[in-house]
């Protein structure tokens, strides 16, 4: 889908037409954002609040629509889209809409000197907003939220893969009273759209999350400009299992951390690295678990893993598998090892079986590159040190879950580990008032109430002498 427009407009034709129609339809889209700016930055936080909740209710009441919409485009199950994605995609807004009625500012007094400071925070003005592909209106909606409700006016480009959904959010907005101009949904592929749109000097602010080489690109092009910028990128994260952690909570537990999505979440586990003392149980018990989620059509409620975002995506999940063969790596279950049956008339579509690998170096590209799908890695560790320091030898830092019942131990390593986030004896409960970002080349900033009321913001500080 190609299409820039305030408001989903007509689609382009030739390349060099298809040049100048998207730079004057990211310019229509700058312009209506900036035309509306000023009216919707002042409206009170209550009013925004109410708009942003009118949103949630609408999108609630149409979950099952969106949720089939998510489904077919993106390939995960519908179970999922139902339960996660939507229902996610509707507490942005409502958590929004709550949230920007709570900030408060900061205030000091120098008596000695007869004056007080404080501060004061205003939206930044249009905000520029890239999502991808794995989670794609919950994504969107996460960034969108925030931003209206600080009073910014946005431009958001979803994945160029997964639009569905986001086209139809625009009549959604329209029927929620979102005055025009306030969100403006563009569409198009990354190099095309997503860099007119970074590269356009009247949009202040990037949020970004997707890939790390995106993120390269977006800091190259942002950098002339000053732009404020947060970055949400991958991960390669660990789990860390150790022998006292109780398995029959922690095995299924990491099944769903590795393969829900198909394996197609940031957050997703893609190294368990396992105590000696209980690797063998583990790997038998894990592998067992994992050959039970079942892979099919994304509709089937009995199914636990649906098909992969397309056929690039399958064949590079795939080579993976490929290369840890080739390196005497030894697959224990799913790709190679076991059949995929599907139906017939679905055995063209990019599923996989979910895979584990083990016998495999930490310097492997399965052990340090983002692979992003359904494979993960268990290896053996001997004690708390040594996981740590192969843990946080990736250039990675997003998430990491820890498995133990001993409370000193879990705390040790969790504050040692080099991990925006870490789960322990859980996975993805989330708090949304709470940071939520990576380190390293896992991204910079972080989003959640404050800290996405701070990046939609600028701040200033002002002194009074009385
Ligand atoms: P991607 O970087 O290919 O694309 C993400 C978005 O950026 C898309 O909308 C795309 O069109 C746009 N884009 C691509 N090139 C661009 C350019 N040159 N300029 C501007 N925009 C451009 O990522 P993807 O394949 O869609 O998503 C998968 C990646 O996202 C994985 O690395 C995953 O870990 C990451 N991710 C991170 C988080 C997080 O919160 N940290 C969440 C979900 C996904």
Redesign the pocket.
Known sequence: MEDVSSHCGPGFGMERQLFRERAAKIEAAVKAAREAFPGWSSRSPQERSRVLNQVADLLEQSLEEFAQAESKDQGKTLALARTMDIPRSVQNFRFFASSILHHTSECTQMDHLGCMHYTVRAPVGVAGL??????PLY?LTWKIAPAMAAGNTVIA?????TSVTAWMLCKLLDKAGVPPGVVNIVF????R???A??SHPEVPLIS????????E??TQ?SAPHCKKLSL????KNPAIIFEDANLDECIPATVRSSFANQG????CTSRIFVQKSIYSEFLKRFVEATRKWKVGIPSDPLVSMGAL?NKA?LEKVRSYVKRALAEGAQIWCGEGVDKLSLPARNQAGYFMLPTVITDIKDESCCMTE?I?GPVTCVVPFDSEEEVIERANNVKYG?AATVWSSNVGRIHRVAKKLQSGLVWTNCWLIRELNLP???MKS??IGR?GAKDSYDFFTEIKTITVKH
Not at 188 to 191: C, D, K, L, S, V
């Open positions: 890239i999502s991808p592909w794995n989670l994504l480009k979803p994945s160029e893969l198009g592929t990354g190099p759209v997503g860099e749109l970074v970004f999350t997707g890939s790390q080489p995106t993120a690109r977006i092009l949400e990128l991958g991960g197609e979440i940031c957050l975002i995506h983002e992003f997003l939520f970002g990576g896992s991204g989003e």
